[in-house]
């Protein structure tokens, strides 16, 4: 039988796992982010980056291999996980066609995790930056927020896609596709600015002590 106990061991082989160079999703018996908050106060990022995977139908933690040389950062964990929300979404194409289940416990995952890394972007990150660079929401984050606001229009139509599919909708996986392509259209630019200039910003604006407390923060994000 699994417990809230057996979750902390569960993460603690995941990491080392992860710092084995092995990805783990690991499925917990219990709430989150009890067991998150104990293992990054007590520096497991600087082993693996740990992202909440998913909280239903059941609670599923991402643990990721790091680059080891380099310290924690929003940066590192934020690449890492534009990354895994990629193969995500290129897994769910690749399988999903012939699985509509497979499709389905992909595109919920993918559209969860997506929805959660662009409200930690808005409601934790883009408000430093806005405060600290004195652009008050006038300049990169603006149109970061714009470009959001597209991707979840194709969000919304993967989530309904995968579910019509499920259902035997012959016409929905389609959809899917194109959702998927429109979607990575923005994605792609969209990831790519915020590696080369927001978040190696946000990093040089938080740096110190409180560099440690953003990324519990963002791994802890309801
Ligand atoms: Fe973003
Ligand atoms: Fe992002």
Known sequence: MSSPSTDHQSLSDAILAAEAGQPQS???????????RELVIGGALRRAWLMLEN????????????????VPSVFGILEDDHR???????????KGAEDPAVALTLGHDFVYGLRRHIRIEEE?????????????GQGPTQVMRAEHRM??????????????????DAG???????????????????????????????????????????????????
């Open 151 to 168: 991707i979840e229009r194709e969000l919304d139509r993967i989530v309904k896609g995968v579910e019509a599919h499920a259902r035997g």
């Open 55 to 70: 909280e239903r139908p059941i609670t599923r933690v991402a643990v990721r291999p790091r680059d080891a040389a380099q």
């Open 172 to 222: 929905a996986w389609r959809d899917v596709v194109e959702a998927v392509g429109e979607m990575e259209g923005v994605l792609g630019p969209h990831n790519m600015k915020e590696e080369r200039i927001l978040y190696p910003m946000i990093d040089r604006f938080v740096a110190g002590p409180e560099q440690a407390e953003v990324l519990a923060r963002l791994v802890l994000w309801e």
């Open 124 to 136: 934790l990150l883009f408000p430093i930056f806005d405060a600290r660079s004195g652009m008050q």
């Open 84 to 94: 895994r929300l990629d193969a995500m979404a290129a897994e769910m194409i690749v």
């Open 26 to 36: 690991v499925a917990l018996a219990g709430p989150a982010r009890p067991v998150l």
